[in-house]
């Protein structure tokens, strides 16, 4: 085997071990031994491929991310090649798909819980940044093209609903018992207040005549 090909095999054992303890015992209490033992390596490996555990963390973290971005687009485009609603195949589509992801234990735990913590504010900021507000991004320009949202500066709109979904995937990620009522209901309340961005369409004229001409004829 090469040497770049073992070097692949060996950072990829230790992002899978490192998520799977980060998971079930979180960042403070996964121990960086126990680490490099289950993925069978040795230290010096953990350390030639990340700067410490704090990197390490970061890199799984990353993976995570673009996992997420990867569920969200491949299920609004699935959804697009069926005829459907344009605004659910985009709006409800990507909404779920990004809460069910979150449902994910190694999700929910690294990057609803943990994350914040390790990273701090601002380098938490930066993923979100990085990959939300991107895929959010995508989509508005999306929906004002197609005329379903009124044009308007993108990037503030962007962070509100970028805040918006993050509360709505802690507050999945918080609930104690009955998690997948936590994410129905959420989901719901989330779909209700993104469909306040949708461009009403008015009755036309037609339209008016025609039921006030269905109205005579039931009345009679």
Known sequence: MKKAEQSALTRSALLKTARELFT????ARAATEEIVQRAGVTRGALYYHFRDKAGLFQAVLEEINVEIIQRVENAVQTSQGSPGDPWGQIVYVAAGAYLD????????????????????????????????????????LQLMGSGLIERQAVEPLACLILGAVNAAALYTARADDDVSTARKEIGASLERLLDGLRVKVEPSPVDNSVRHSAAIETYK
Do not use: H, Q, S
């Open 24 to 27: 079930e015992f979180g960042y």
């Open 101 to 140: 992801a979150c449902l994910d234990p190694a999700i929910r735990r690294i990057a609803l819980i943990e994350a914040a913590t390790v990273l701090g504010w601002e380098e938490n900021r930066d993923f979100d940044e990085k990959y939300g507000l991107r895929i959010i991004r995508k989509f508005l």
